[in-house]
């Protein structure tokens, strides 16, 4: 990655958002206008033109389907889900949202119902410096915003929180949202153990994961371009981690498992009209609580 620049996932995952704000809602329950503010320049016109989609529905999202093999709908109504999980936290009084790998994450800035918590995002210092540049001119809506600059792999977690105010002794919500296919299973780890370190009891911690490739990915020549493609936009999948290894990762270090669900199961929350069948179901989200 380059100083100044995001990460080309992070980049991604704001323009599916962006493009899935402008759907109408029988097709997503997602709201981020501030997505489109956070893409790169270079990635700002296909945005438009895929968002204009949207002006003949029943054409345009089985298009957008199509051209992202499902991805951009999967992170629509993944990003639903953590809504509703960060809300959630919110009103059962835990003030502190700590959002592990936040990339170009708008909830800060946009996400009614967390007004009262103090977030604070975690990533490289190269995406952090592109998105303190891209958000000079919006006010984050929360109590209070941290940027803390990280390495998962080599960083201690707990002392770079604790020098920018983090309290660990209050309850948390850990977010880990399209992060952990990215991380080395020793990087997982550690990260599930400092975090565990930092936690009080009732913290929750949401994770986004890919269990082993299935459906269309699960196809060879598939799988290995999907791997190929990671691999050019230097963010390879490192961290495929199936769901009972997950659990039990998580119960060694005192979280209890509250749900696991995948998109078909948000689908039918959130998007009644879309059949669940044909939603792809590739990423996960595991949330569970320290006891
Ligand atoms: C796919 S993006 C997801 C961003 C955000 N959570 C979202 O859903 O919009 C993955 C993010 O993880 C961050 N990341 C990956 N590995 C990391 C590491 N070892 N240390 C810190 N951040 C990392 C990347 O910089 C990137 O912003």
Redesign the pocket.
């Known amino acids: ?1 380059q100083a100044g620049h ?2 080309a ?2 980049s ?3 323009m599916a ?1 962006a493009i899935f704000d402008k759907a109408p809602r029988t097709y997503s329950a997602t709201h981020d206008p501030i997505a489109m503010k956070l893409i790169p320049r270079r990635m700002a016109q296909w945005t438009t033109a895929l968002q204009k989609a949207w002006n003949v529905p029943a054409l345009g999202y089985p298009a957008l389907k199509l051209i992202s093999l499902g991805l951009f709908e999967q ?1 629509a109504l ?2 639903a889900a ?1 809504d509703s999980v960060a809300i959630m936290a919110a009103q059962s009084g835990i003030k502190q949202l700590v ?7 708008a909830r800060a800035y946009r996400l009614k119902g967390i007004e009262q918590t103090t977030v604070y995002e ?3 210092p ?2 952090q410096q592109y998105k303190k540049r891209k958000t000079q001119d919006v006010a984050p809506l929360v109590r209070e915003h941290h940027f803390v600059a ?6 201690r977690l707990l002392a770079r929180l604790e020098d920018a105010g983090f309290v660990s002794g209050e309850r948390t919500l850990w ?5 952990s ?3 080395p299973r020793p ?1 997982m780890e550690d990260t599930v153990a400092q975090v565990q370190a930092a936690s009080a009891p009732g913290s929750r911690f949401a994770i ?1 994961y890919f269990p082993p490739l299935a459906g269309v990915f699960g196809i060879a020549p598939v799988r290995i371009t999907l791997r190929r493609i990671m691999e050019r936009m230097k ?1 390879p999948f490192l961290g495929i981690i199936a769901t009972s290894d997950l659990h039990r990762l998580l119960a060694a270090h005192d979280f209890s498992i509250a749900t696991d669900e995948y998109p078909p199961d948000w689908a039918r929350r959130y998007t009644p009209a879309v059949n669940p069948k044909t939603v792809l179901g590739l990423e996960r989200l595991v949330v569970a609580e320290k006891q």
């Open positions: 990655m995001a990460s996932t992070s991604l995952v704001a958002r992170v993944r990003t953590i959002i592990l790998g936040a990339g170009l994450d975690l990533d490289h190269a995406t990280i390495d998962f792999a080599h960083d977010l880990m949202e399209g992060v296919m990215y991380l990087a986004t963010e």
